[in-house]
């Protein structure tokens, strides 16, 4: 009797867990190949391949113990045809029940020269100035930070090994 007892406790508490994918299949979205995660506090970042379309996405979960659950999706190639040295894009979310508020930036790195991207926010309720974290997902290279509010930096830099700003969005910081 302890042994059923034991047994039922340990699926029971498999049955709570999921996997990424799995997550994306409750809403209609097949994976073809998960490039890359990232974990923020309870937010969790993955690069995929959706295996309908081929597209590259960026999937946004929210994740509690083991179980993810999907927020939100961004595509990854909407910015292959821009001319900008570096593109941005921003996920900003209110904070619910569940999830608290926060905002996840990317773009893509277009010029090879650039080695590093420097993220600045202006105004009174700034933070920090960061390095966005970098990636490479089938030839493209993306450039990522997580902020766990709803604020964005609007300042993007695109810095050369030596760190000379190849490339400034803004005029005040070239």
Known sequence: MISITVILTLLSGCSSQNTIEEAL?????????????????????????????????????????????????????????NNEDITFNAFLHDKTKDIPEFSFQFGLINKPQIENVNLHM???????????????????????????????FNIQQGLSKDGKVIFSNSKAYN
């Open 25 to 81: 299949g409750k809403v209609n979205v097949k994976v073809d190949k998960i490039y890359f995660v990232d974990n923020f506090d309870n937010i969790t970042i993955a690069f995929y391949k959706e295996k309908v379309s081929e597209q590259k996405n960026i999937g946004i979960f929210f994740k509690e113990k083991e179980r993810y659950t999907f927020i939100s999706q961004q595509d990854l190639q909407s910015s292959l045809n």
């Open 122 to 152: 202006a105004g009174e309720q700034r933070v920090d100035d960061r390095y966005a974290e970098i990636t490479k997902i089938e030839g493209l290279r993306v450039w990522y930070t997580y902020l766990d509010t709803k604020r964005i």
